[in-house]
C-alpha cells in the first residue's frame, strides 16, 4: 500500500521530464496516486506541446491528459468539467505553473511594463485562485491543494526581478485561499523549491550563478532534484501533514535560514 493507494488528483503544470510537476508525479505515482494532468495548449493546429506531455504521462500510465491554458476562464472550467467526468471526486490538486514574458523579467523590476507585470501576475498568482475555486467543488471528500514558490518571493534574489513579485503574491494568495477552504477540510499549502534548471527557469536571468550560489552557500551544501520537491508535496497533499494548511515550506537544502553574508560564502 503507497501513501497515495487509493486517491486520485491533477497535476497542471508539466512540460517535459525536467518539470517540477513531474518529480511530483513520479512520486505521488509510485506512491500509488490516480493522476491526470493539464498542459498548455498547443497554437496553430500543432501537437508539439501535447506529444512533449504524453511523453511524461505514459511511463507514468496517466490517461488523462487534457490542454487548458490557466489565463482562460472557459478553458478552466472546460477541464474542470472534464476532470470531473472522468475522475468523480478528486484528492489533491498540483499548481505548478509561472510565466512572465523575457523582457519584463530579464529588465530591472524599474522597468517592467504594465502590460508585462498583468499577464505575469494573471498567469503565476491570480490562476491559483482560479484553479482553486473551479477543483473544490470536486473534493467532496476534503483533501489538499500546492503550488510552487520561490525564496525571491521573501527576499531580493538578483535576476529574479518581478517573478519575486509574483512569488511574494502566490504565498499570501496561499494563506487566504488556505483560509477560505479550510472549513471544507481543503488545505493549501506552497513548497518554496530552491533553484532547479528547468524551461521555465532559463527566463530568469543569471541563472546558473543562483544554482552556484545555493549549492554554495546552503547547510546541505548542494542543489536540490525535482524528485525532493515530489516528496515534499507528498507529505503535503498526504494526511501526514492533516493540521498543515497555509503553509510555505521551505525544499532548499536550508538557503533561506543563512544570513546574506553566508549565503556569500
Ligand atoms: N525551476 C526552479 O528553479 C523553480 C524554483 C522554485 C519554484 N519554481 C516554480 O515551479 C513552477 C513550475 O516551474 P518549472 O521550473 O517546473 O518549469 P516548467 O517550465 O517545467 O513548468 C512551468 C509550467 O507552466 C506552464 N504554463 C505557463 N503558462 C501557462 C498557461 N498560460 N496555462 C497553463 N500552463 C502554463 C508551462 O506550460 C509549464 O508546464 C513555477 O511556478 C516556478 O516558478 C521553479
Redesign the pocket.
Known sequence: MGLFSGKKGII?????D????TGIAKFLHAEGAQLGF???PDQDGKTRMAQRVQRVAEPLGVSFVKP????SDQQISEFFAAVQESFGHIDFLVH????APLEDIRCPTLEASRQGFHTAMD??VYSFIAVARAAAPLFEKGGAMVT???FGGEKVVHGYNM?GVCKAALEMTTRYLALDLGRKNIRVNAV?????K????SAVGEFSKMLDLQADSAPLGRNITTLEVGKACGYLLSDLSSATTGEIMHVDGGFNIMSAVGRNG
Do not use: Q
Open positions: 497542471m503544470g508539466v512540460v517535459n525536467f518539470s517540477l510537476a493539464s498542459h498548455l487548458c491554458d490557466v489565463s505548478s505553473i509561472a510565466f498567469i503565476s510552487l514558490s520561490y517573478m518554496s523549491a530552491g533553484p532547479i528547468t524551461l521555465a527557469s
